[in-house]
């Protein structure tokens, strides 16, 4: 019988992040499908408050790892604790949200165990009683389903691919799990955050829209001249009107680096991609971009997407895009901001 | 003893610009035509191995290996690429690179290489690599070497490295939010799984080429095959996504009457 | 940024390098050249056959350069007879090399026109009545003919089907594998680094460039490579080459007229596809009666499929691209072809005068190898074994020169290679095959037949008479469309295509009458797509633009604009009024095309527009 272990980290209030719920979601289908039983592991310096968003999710036990230790987000603390899960629970699948902290620690864990991992599920399910996985290969451009006969078996589920867990009922006691920590676990120090300039506003991960620029918005105008200014106005005049998110092809932020001066707002993190990023987005709106494979496999979780470009023949047009609108970005988005801001 | 010993690990990946199509063969999935498409370095683990290499000239004494597992063939081909970007010297393993090879068995052969690379100081020890792959895109490998090799501080998702007056190392990781975690690690020998960084990509430099190609071919001559495959997954399926979308093309809309189907269209929920 | 620098003056900033061999361009000619020089630098026993004059103690120190990605990029699928190829591996089995094959069918088909859009002389509709009307007693089908058999100077007997990018490939790997020399793509060339008359090595292409060359943010400075030796295969348009050419100008009597655009998919056949693996087809007469076509099948169900546009094709309407979409849609190939998908895309331009196009083969300190050196046989049709087969020869001189002690002067290269070459059979069928297109300059039916006599008497009979440079070839549009397009609509067309900043080519050809291409979205598709669906091409920055409009008001005076509408990858656009063309580095294929095709004369065969070295273009070895 399998023992599957829900397993996630706390914020710093000691709830759970939402991934996490959603990760239960798929726990607790796993386990049905199984007929496994479900344990439920969480972490943090501060576990309280997870306890009472993880009612009703029909586990077994639920396991705690409190301390201080645990308030950053440091591998070898992080890893201690997960392993320490784990092994209290005696897991034979383990199931965790992909967030940055465990996606840093996981794999580590299921080595430890002599286990195996596997990430960014967007499926996790029972077929003929046993745990399936689906991921996506090469960069979001194909899709698998596999099993294994290894356990424990490691599997974070990607945000966005599950609904979030509603809790219902008691909160369930907390078992304490213990964690010991070495110095050599010590070595590293949490500092802090920091965000890029203006980065805070132009990267929005929970945004509705996805906004994506590509070069042409630094390329020649009619006028045969760039107009880099007005480019950076409209753009960030609409990020600010429509709250939306940030993103670039990756000629753009070649051009950043290559010393250009383009965009002071635009960095690596906002390239979306085959070598950048694939946001989850409900709507993504791409200017000035073409719209070429290696950019658009990052598009992959963009529901509705609609581009604005000069070239019919774009690749949005191919397929890629539900609307292509054959215009000059730079009129329409002019356009677009002085409706927004006529709106409020 | 001063510098850093950089060890890299970093494999190849298809041309992110080719066509990719599943085929499932006797040993499991893998891609049609594999052995016919052109490779790259991964896109991340370049990042690394430029790091590497930018870190290496700034700290005296310190040396950089790129440790790759891959076809030899194939290895070979990118090599005379990567070659000319900066001076390295090459440990090459000779076994299949695919997205569909198991993580857990490319990590033992790896940490195995890494093991034996002579005089290299643990103390003085930073393991590079790619945050994820464009293959795999798992990002478990790294760690996976890590923890083979006893490494506890472990960083994902890196853009930045700064070595600090006392010795210590500041690293900017990327999470959620678009931000960057900043932590402070004791020193050596620590590992960094590298995202894009700021650094741009080398120029190439036929000096640097001929330097290097002197060790990657008796490197590539001297590779050894690692066991590596599926191991204990069964892939039940390997499909490509459908992309295909009825795009509706609008040619002939004035600026204004798209501004307002674009504003329509955010504002509805 | 100079194309040739001469007289190289000291830049502080210059780094340079010293090696015994520099070697430009990695085509077969090079293939040919190293391996067989590869194989003569080292004892059994690995110890130095030579020693390098650079590094005492080690073989010579050889190093090659080529301007793509990746050694197999950007180059075209083939028939080969293979003989030289087959000398330097003797054993060689097609299958280690993927998508290659040995010939086992050939056909030459002459293809009607169905829609009675392409331009047809008199003569040539004359002979089309006669064989619809003879249809009941001919084997004609799908608006083709099968001729009877194909001429012994076409046959391809014993020979391979291939793909050059594998080949390049797999040469490639023998090579590195072996260790003797150096292959380094992505890596274009400047020019020749020429001193008093003497060429002395090269200069790599500047990197940290903005567009137009001027330093920008990680400048640095082409390296200068000197060498003993310089060995140059960049192919037609290759800036090294066309530098030398330039310098030391062409043997009397030798010209450089004689151009074409070659044009292919490789397709994945559809299902059911019975063209047996194998398969050579020629054609001509269609989609106009000056372009050839042809169609090969690899293993595994993968054709090459594809059409050269001529310089003695007259039309100012020079889209190789929309051409080669109606040449796969044509009822002979389109029943094989239907339902099957675009694999690979690509473009290049063709030097076909052969023989008569030979360069300064050698002088002091380079040589001269592959189709920039004249190799191409245009009776034959055949290029790459002549090109491999030159570079053997060069490298069995090299040979001879360096175990003998003996400098690379143009008297010893003279003696080493050009003797060599001289005597063989690469020489003694270039002659037969020198003036065999003449007749193509009088028309499509005087050009067959000046083929087919060359061919038969060895070359002793020819039809036509000496090629004008092809700038002076092309027609009006006026004059290629008379009796087809009134010239007040071809007024209107071009006022319409300008106000839209389009080519012509596309409304040109539907006012003729041929037929909407109606894409099917895997092999019918728009050129765009084509170039990322099957180009895949890149342009990497800090670079230059390799395609320069040398005098732009000469530009803004030129009627035709043959560059925009012969462009292989629509990378040249008709830009801003009173302005050049723009170029768009990220479309270009590097085809060359437009080097040739510009009608606009500086001074002699000079035209306005430059195409220097650049980096960057398909990213695609199956071609």
């Known amino acids: 019988m399998e023992t599957i272990l829900f397993l996630s980290h706390t914020e710093p209030d000691g709830a759970l992040p939402r991934a996490a719920l959603e990760a239960l979601t798929a726990a607790r289908a796993l386990a049905q499908g199984t007929k496994g039983q479900l344990v439920l592991g969480v972490f943090g310096a501060e576990t309280a408050g997870a306890a009472a968003q993880l009612a009703g999710a029909g586990a077994q036990r639920a396991l705690a790892v409190t301390s201080p230790e645990l308030a950053a987000a440091r591998y070898a603390s992080d890893a201690a604790a997960a392993e320490a899960l784990a092994r209290a629970a005696g897991a034979t699948v383990v199931v965790a949200p992909s967030t940055s902290r465990l996606a840093r620690v996981l794999a580590g864990v299921s080595h430890r165990l002599g286990g195996k991992i596997d990430t960014h599920a967007t499926g996790v399910a029972a077929q003929d009683g046993a745990p399936t996985v689906t991921r996506w290969f090469y960069r979001q451009r194909m899709e698998a389903t596999l099993r294994r006969a290894a356990r424990p078996w490691f599997v974070t589920v990607d945000a966005g691919t599950q609904p979030a867990f509603r809790a219902e009922g008691a909160a369930p006691a907390l078992e304490a799990v213990p964690l010991a920590l070495a110095d050599a676990q010590r070595r590293t120090r949490v500092t802090g955050f920091r965000a890029p300039e203006a980065q805070a506003q132009t990267i929005r991960p929970d945004a509705k829209l996805l906004f994506v620029a590509g070069a042409g918005w630094t390329k020649k105008q009619a006028d045969g001249k760039p107009h880099l200014d007005q480019a950076e106005q409209l753009i960030l005049g609409f990020l600010g009107k429509a709250k939306a998110s940030l993103g670039s092809s990756k000629s753009m932020t070649d051009l950043a680096t290559e010393g250009h001066g383009v965009m002071g707002f635009m960095t690596h993190l906002n390239q979306v991609g085959q070598t950048g990023s694939t946001p989850r987005h409900a709507k993504g709106l791409a200017t000035c971009c073409h719209g070429e494979e290696p950019h658009v496999v990052g598009w992959r979780f963009i529901n509705e997407r609609r581009a604005v470009n000069l070239d019919p023949n774009c690749g949005w047009a191919r397929g890629k895009a539900d609307v292509v609108y054959v215009a000059d970005a730079f009129a329409v988005m002019e356009k677009v901001n002085a409706l927004l801001a006529s709106r409020g | ?269 | ?623």
């Open chain 2, 1 to 269: 003893m001063s510098g850093y010993h950089v060890v890299v690990c970093g494999s190849i990946v298809p041309d992110p610009l080719q066509t990719l199509e599943p085929i499932t063969g006797p040993t499991g999935p893998s891609l049609k035509n594999e052995m016919m498409l052109p490779a790259v370095l991964d896109p991340w683990a370049a990042q690394a191995l430029f790091e590497a290499a930018a870190l290496a000239q700034k700290a005296p004494g310190s040396k950089v290996w790129l440790v790759a597992l891959g076809p030899k063939a194939k290895l070979q081909q990118v090599m005379m690429a990567v070659g000319q970007k900066v001076p390295f010297e090459l440990v090459a393993v000779d076994g299949p690179a695919g997205g569909f090879v198991d993580a857990h068995e490319t990590a033992a052969a790896l940490a195995e290489a890494v093991q034996a690379i002579p005089g290299l100081d643990r103390a003085r020890l930073l393991l590079f690599g790619g945050w994820e792959s464009g293959s795999r895109g798992a990002g478990v490998t790294l760690q996976l070497v890590g923890e083979r090799l006893g490494l506890q501080d472990q960083f994902q998702g890196v853009d930045q490295l700064t070595p600090q007056p006392d010795g210590s190392l500041e690293i900017l990781e990327r999470v959620e939010g678009g931000k960057h975690q900043v932590s402070v690690v004791a020193g050596p020998p620590a590992l960094l799984g590298w995202a894009t960084g700021n650094l741009p990509e080398p120029r190439n430099n036929p000096q640097v080429g001929m330097a290097n190609m002197k060790g990657i071919m008796p490197a590539l001559q001297k590779a050894k095959p690692a066991k590596v495959g599926a191991a204990d997954a069964q892939y039940l399926a390997v499909q490509l996504p459908k992309q295909q979308r009825e795009t509706r093309v609008v040619k002939d809309l004035t600026p204004d009457a798209i501004a307002a189907e674009l504003v329509e269209w955010i504002s509805k929920d």
């Open chain 3, 1 to 623: 940024m100079s194309n040739a620098p001469d007289e190289t003056s000291p830049q502080p900033d210059r780094q340079s390098m010293e090696v015994d061999i520099a070697c430009v361009g990695f085509g077969p000619a090079m293939g040919g050249f190293l391996t067989t020089l590869a194989r003569g630098l080292t004892n059994p026993d690995g110890t130095p056959a030579v020693e390098s004059a650079v590094s005492p103690g080690l073989p010579p120190q050889v190093v090659c350069y080529e301007r793509a990605d990746g050694l197999g990029f950007g180059v075209s699928g083939v028939v080969t007879r293979a003989r030289g190829l087959r000398q330097s591996f003797p054993d060689l089995d097609p299958a280690q090399i993927p998508m290659a094959t040995a010939v086992k069918e050939e056909k030459v088909v002459y293809l009607l026109d169905p829609h009675g859009a392409s331009r047809r002389s008199a003569t040539l509709q004359a002979a089309d009545a006669t064989l619809q009307a003879l249809r009941l007693v001919l084997p004609l089908r799908d608006h083709a003919l099968e001729l009877p058999y194909t001429p012994e100077f076409l046959h391809k007997r014993g020979g391979l089907v291939l793909s050059l990018g594998q080949l390049n490939q797999w040469v490639g790997e023998q090579l590195m594998a072996g260790g003797q020399v150096q292959l380094w793509p992505a890596t274009p060339v400047d020019g020749p680094l020429v001193e008093g008359g003497k060429v002395t090595g090269v200069r790599l292409l500047d990197q940290g460039v903005q567009k137009d060359g001027r330093p920008d943010a990680g400048y640095v400075a082409g390296l200068d490579v000197r060498a003993r030796l310089t060995v140059v295969a960049d192919g037609p348009v290759g800036a090294v080459g066309r530098a030398l050419d330039e310098r030391f100008g062409l043997p009397e009597g030798h010209h450089q007229r004689e151009w074409a655009v070659g044009m292919k998919v490789v397709v994945d056949l559809p299902e059911g596809c019975a063209l047996p693996e194998g398969t050579v087809l020629h054609t001509i007469g269609y989609p106009e009666p000056e372009i050839f076509g042809f169609l090969y099948v690899h293993p595994g169900r993968v054709a090459s499929v594809g059409i050269f546009v001529p310089s003695w094709m007259g039309s100012p309407v020079r889209t190789s691209y929309l051409y080669l979409q109606h040449f796969l849609q044509h009822p002979y190939l389109w029943k094989h072809l239907q339902g099957g998908k675009l694999r690979s895309w690509g473009a290049k331009s063709l030097q076909e005068s052969g023989r008569r196009g030979e360069p300064q083969l050698v002088g002091d300190g380079f040589a001269r190898i592959g189709e920039g050196s004249g190799t191409t046989n245009v009776l034959t049709g055949s290029g790459v074994d002549e090109a491999w087969t030159s570079g053997t020869l060069l490298a069995e001189g090299v040979l001879e020169l360096l175990r003998a002690g003996k400098p690379f002067t143009k008297e010893n290269l003279d003696a080493a290679y050009v003797a060599r070459r001289r005597a063989s059979w690469l020489e003694e069928e270039g002659r037969v095959a020198e003036k065999a297109r003449d007749g193509f300059g009088r028309g499509f039916v005087t050009g067959l037949l000046g083929m087919a006599l060359s061919g038969m008497t060895k070359g002793l009979v020819n039809l036509g008479s000496e090629p004008v440079p092809s700038h002076e070839r092309f027609e009006s549009l006026e004059e290629w469309y008379a009796g087809k397009i009134p010239g007040t609509e071809i007024d209107r067309l071009r006022a319409e295509c300008k106000a839209k900043n389009t080519s012509l080519h596309a409304a040109l050809m539907k006012a003729a009458g041929w037929p909407d291409i109606v894409y099917d979205g895997q092999l019918l598709v728009s050129h765009q797509d084509a170039l990322l669906m099957g180009g895949k091409v890149q342009a990497p920055a800090g670079y230059a633009d390799h395609v320069v409009f040398r005098q732009p008001a000469v530009c803004a005076r030129c009627g035709s604009r043959t560059c925009i509408e012969i462009c292989s990858a629509q990378a040249i656009a008709p830009g801003e009024p009173g302005q050049p063309p723009a170029f768009d580095r990220e479309k270009c294929v590097h085809c060359g095309a437009c080097l040739w095709n510009c009608t606009q004369v500086l001074e002699g065969e000079t035209t306005n527009l430059a195409f220097r070295a650049g980096a960057g273009g398909l990213h695609s070895a199956e071609n």
